[in-house]
C-alpha cells in the first residue's frame, strides 16, 4: 500500500515537472493566499512582502510530504534590511531520490514610501532525475503591494513570464504564473487574505484564509483552495525573538502535509 503510493506520488512529481515552493507554515495554513501578506516568507511567495522589515529575521522549515517518511521538503529564507532595501535570499529542496528539485533565490526589495512595495527576483533552478541526470535553469520574479486603504493591502506576482525550460533539449518548463489578492485587517486579532493564482496550462486557483490571534504571541490559521479543493490549518507561537509556526495541508488524493518552521528575528 505504501510502495502504491510512493509510486502515485512519483507519477504526479514527474507530470508536474515544476517547483513545488514552500511558502512556509503561516502562509501555508492560510491556504497559500499569501501574494499581499507581509512575512519573511514572501522571499518564497511574493517577494515584495519584505520591504517593511526592519529587522534581519531567518527561518527554516521541514515539510513532510503526504506524510511518506521518503519524501520531505526542506527550505530556509532570509531577509536583511540595508540602507533603503530589504536583501531576501530563500532555498529549497524537495522531491526523493528519484526525483529532486533544489531551488535558490536571491531577491531585492524597496518601499517607495509607506504604500508601494516592489521586489525582482533571480532564481536558481536544479532538477536531478534518476537515468536521466542533471539540468539547470533560471528564472525571474517580480512582485508588489500596495495599501489602497488604512486596513486593506493589494498584491500581485509574476513568476518566470518568459517560461524558462530547464535545457534546449528537453521540455521541462518552469511554467509561468501569475497571482493577484488582498489581505485585510480588521483588527490587531483578525487577517483575512484572499488569492487568485493561474499557472500556465492550468486552471486558475481561488485561495482564501484567515488569521485570528487568540492573544498577542499565539495566532490560529485556516484557509481553502479550490482547484483542487484543499484545506489547510496551522498555529503560530511568538516568544519574544523566536518565532514557532506549524501548518498542514490536505490534498483530496494523496493525503496530508504537515511542516514546521522555526525562525529568529535578531
Not at 527550505?75 to 531576501?88: E, M, Q, R, W
Amino acid at each position: 500500500m505504501k510502495l502504491n503510493k510512493l509510486l502515485v506520488v512519483l507519477s504526479f512529481l514527474c507530470l508536474n515537472a515544476k517547483a513545488q515552493v514552500n511558502t512556509g507554515p503561516r502562509i501555508t495554513a492560510m491556504g497559500g493566499a499569501g501574494v499581499a501578506l507581509q512575512d519573511v516568507w514572501a522571499a518564497q511567495k511574493n517577494q515584495a512582502g519584505i520591504a517593511l522589515l526592519t529587522k534581519p529575521i531567518a527561518s527554516l522549515a521541514y515539510e513532510n510530504k503526504f506524510l511518506i517518511k521518503e519524501i520531505s521538503t526542506k527550505s530556509a529564507v532570509f531577509a536583511i534590511p540595508i540602507k533603503k532595501y530589504v536583501l531576501g535570499a530563500s532555498f529549497q529542496n524537495y522531491g526523493i531520490n528519484a526525483y529532486r528539485e533544489t531551488q535558490s533565490g536571491l531577491s531585492l526589495a524597496r518601499a517607495f514610501g509607506p504604500k508601494l512595495l516592489t521586489a525582482i527576483t533571480v532564481n536558481y533552478h536544479q532538477l536531478q532525475i534518476s537515468n536521466y541526470g542533471n539540468t539547470r535553469a533560471f528564472s525571474v520574479q517580480v512582485g508588489l503591494q500596495y495599501q489602497a486603504l488604512p486596513n486593506l493591502w493589494l498584491g500581485a506576482h509574476v513568476a518566470n513570464p518568459n517560461s524558462s525550460k530547464y535545457a534546449e533539449t528537453t521540455d521541462l518548463i518552469i511554467p509561468a504564473h501569475i497571482q493577484f489578492g488582498g489581505s485585510y485587517t480588521f483588527s490587531d486579532k483578525l487577517i483575512i487574505s484572499t488569492e487568485l493564482e493561474k499557472i500556465l496550462d492550468n486552471k486558475a486557483d481561488f485561495k482564501t484564509g484567515i488569521e485570528y490571534k487568540i492573544i498577542k504571541a499565539f495566532a490560529i490559521r485556516g484557509g481553502v483552495s479550490m482547484n483542487p479543493f484543499k484545506q489547510y490549518a496551522g498555529f503560530g507561537l511568538a516568544l519574544e525573538n523566536l518565532l514557532v509556526d506549524f501548518g498542514i495541508s490536505s490534498h483530496p488524493i494523496l493525503g496530508y502535509s504537515p511542516q514546521i518552521s522555526l525562525g529568529y528575528e535578531f
